[in-house]
């Protein structure tokens, strides 16, 4: 498939799933919206396009089996967006905003070249990175069962969003992962795999929220978001195989599947009946 073609189906479905993400978080609050919001998304055209370029090969598990990790450098950029805020002065929205995006993507881009790095050292050793990319996915979804504990409160929003507000977050989230995709057309395996999970999605949900909504409903947001972007990393690590043997298609269909049957589904109802119960008693 011509790389054209890869950027835009990804450009303009991650487009959508950014205006459908704010809106579920905004709807039903960042506890039910942060988790139904995670399901695999960009990442499936991105591993259609990758299987396309690489073949059924090997270059195609390992760049997949990068990919849990990118996820937990992206977990990190969540959870930047809960600890930061507290910590900044009181400056005006546009200023505190300004310093998060800033730090949090700064914060990504070095944890990227360290996956990279590491990464690459690993390339051939297909049982040992399969074995890294595994683990990660349990450090993950470890990582957001713990945060979601904590006490931080996850309010829905109040404030009706514009259209084109709405379109605006769209248009920046299409942005965005098309030049994910397209750095990831031109790039080795390892770094393809990392630039499939860049986090535009998290990112404009982010500022969107911040804007529209106030500092709370985001912040509410990061444990949900964090423990349902375990789909990605499981679906990242299903398709590395699923792919190779029955094709793009069927083998993406069953790692989406696989992905939310087995981690979307049961995180959003852990947190809509016990996580949640949980999470309320110990914020009181």
């Known amino acids: 498939m011509h790389p054209w073609v890869v950027i835009s189906i990804s450009a303009i479905f991650s487009g959508l799933v950014a205006i459908a993400v704010t809106l579920a978080i905004e709807?039903?609050?960042g506890v039910i919206g942060g988790g139904m919001g995670t399901m695999p998304t960009t990442i499936v055209p991105a591993a259609f396009g990758l299987r396309m370029n690489l073949g059924a090969s090997e270059a195609f598990s390992e760049a997949m089996w990068t990919a849990p990790v990118g996820m937990l450098v992206n977990a990190g950029f969540l959870?930047?967006?809960?600890?930061?805020?507290?910590?900044l002065p009181r400056w005006s929205l546009f200023a505190r905003l300004t310093v998060m995006v800033?730090?949090?993507?700064?914060?990504?881009?070095?944890?990227?070249?360290?996956?990279?790095?590491?990464?690459?050292?690993?390339?051939?050793?297909?049982?040992?990175?399969?074995?890294?990319?595994?683990?990660?996915?349990?450090?993950?979804?470890?990582?957001?069962?713990?945060?979601?504990?904590?006490?931080?409160?996850?309010?829905?929003?109040?404030?009706?969003?514009?259209?084109?507000?709405?379109?605006?977050?769209?248009?920046?989230?299409a942005a965005a992962v098309a030049l994910s995709v397209?750095?990831?057309?031109?790039?080795?395996?390892?770094?393809?795999?990392?630039?499939?999970?860049?986090?535009?999605?998290?990112?404009?949900?982010?500022?969107?929220?911040?804007?529209?909504q106030g500092e709370a409903v985001p912040a509410g947001a990061v444990g949900p978001m964090m423990l349902g972007s375990t789909s990605v990393a499981v679906f990242a690590?299903?398709?590395?195989?699923?792919?190779?043997?029955?094709?793009?298609?069927?083998?993406?269909?069953?790692?989406?599947?696989v992905a939310v049957l087995f981690v979307t589904i049961p995180t959003v109802l852990w947190l809509s009946h016990g996580g949640r119960m949980r999470m309320s008693r110990m914020a009181r």
């Open 182 to 212: 397209g750095l990831a057309s031109v790039g080795g395996t390892v770094s393809a795999g990392i630039a499939s999970v860049f986090p535009a999605i998290f990112l404009t949900t982010m500022v969107g929220l911040w804007v529209a």
């Open 237 to 257: 690590l299903v398709s590395s195989q699923s792919m190779r043997w029955l094709g793009a298609g069927w083998g993406a269909l069953l790692a989406w599947v």
């Open 102 to 173: 800033v730090l949090s993507l700064a914060a990504w881009f070095v944890g990227a070249m360290v996956v990279v790095h590491v990464m690459s050292g690993l390339r051939g050793m297909t049982k040992v990175m399969a074995g890294v990319g595994i683990a990660v996915t349990a450090v993950i979804a470890l990582m957001g069962v713990i945060t979601c504990f904590q006490p931080v409160a996850a309010p829905k929003g109040r404030h009706a969003v514009g259209m084109m507000t709405m379109l605006a977050r769209g248009g920046l989230a």
């Open 79 to 87: 959870l930047l967006w809960r600890v930061i805020p507290r910590h």
């Open 27 to 29: 709807k039903w609050g």
